[in-house]
């Protein structure tokens, strides 16, 4: 069975303090992975996405991460946090049979303080 | 502007009644998915449907029901059998192939 696991669900760091937050996967074939984030009262949107290549990737607003395929990880980063980074942080993974089905994990809590 | 449009953003209902849950989207794509959202529990995948016409069950299709008479419409119906129905209800479109989700605002249901 395919799922995502995402360890910390709730994280809290002080401006400029740098971002690191962990994903596992279970999947056995080809994987699609992607992070998605909610800010407060808004529609979920697409931060990155990894198809093939390179295992770095880099997403909108600062954010990057990296595929390894050997620990089933794929772990969302930013260097140096902002206030306005305050979201919940969706990790998620493309269903076989091309169905499209995205699984999600569980969802971590980001609290920035300023 | 293209989009996915859900509609209440809030509803309230009485325990037993049905209600229905309305998406629309504008972005001509092929899929579409209802999941749901609870704290602490991420987004887990109600109904889905590839095409006009044709849909599937997700993970929690229990006490809901969907419909796919037209392309650009998913509408979630939350029946009495659901039996903990208030949640965060979230519909979402992708175009086949490509990958990744565009998601509409979502509809709390709250039941009473």
């Known amino acids: 069975a395919q799922s995502v696991s995402q360890h910390n669900h709730h994280v809290i760091l002080s401006e400029a303090a740098s971002l690191e937050l962990g994903c596992n996967y279970s999947?056995?074939?080809?994987?699609?992975l992607f992070w998605y984030v909610q800010y407060p009262g808004q529609h979920l949107q697409l931060l990155l996405k990894y198809f093939s290549g390179d295992p770095l990737v880099k997403g909108i607003k600062g954010f990057e991460a990296e595929f390894i395929k050997s620990k089933f990880s794929f772990n969302l980063r930013k260097p140096s946090v902002q206030w306005s980074d305050t979201a919940e942080y969706f990790c998620?993974?493309?269903?076989?049979?091309?169905?499209?089905?995205?699984?999600f994990g569980q969802g971590t809590t980001l609290q920035v303080k300023p | 502007d293209g989009g996915i449009t859900q509609s209440p953003k809030y509803l309230f209902r009485k325990e037993g009644q049905n209600v229905t849950l309305s998406c629309e989207q504008n972005l001509n794509h092929d899929a579409m998915y209802w999941y749901r959202q609870d704290p602490g529990q991420g987004l887990r995948l109600i109904y889905y449907s590839q095409i006009v016409n044709d849909f599937q069950k997700g993970d929690i299709a229990e006490g809901y029901s969907v419909s796919r008479e037209k392309k650009e419409s998913f509408p979630l119906t939350v029946t009495s059998a659901q039996k903990n129905p208030t949640a965060f209800y979230l519909c979402?479109?992708?175009?086949?192939?490509?990958?990744?989700?565009?998601f509409g605002s979502g509809t709390r249901l709250t039941v009473v």
């Open positions: 999947y056995g074939g080809t994987v699609n």
């Open positions: 998620a993974l493309a269903g076989s049979g091309n169905t499209g089905k995205l699984i």
């Open positions: 979402a479109s992708s175009s086949q192939g490509v990958g990744g989700y565009t």
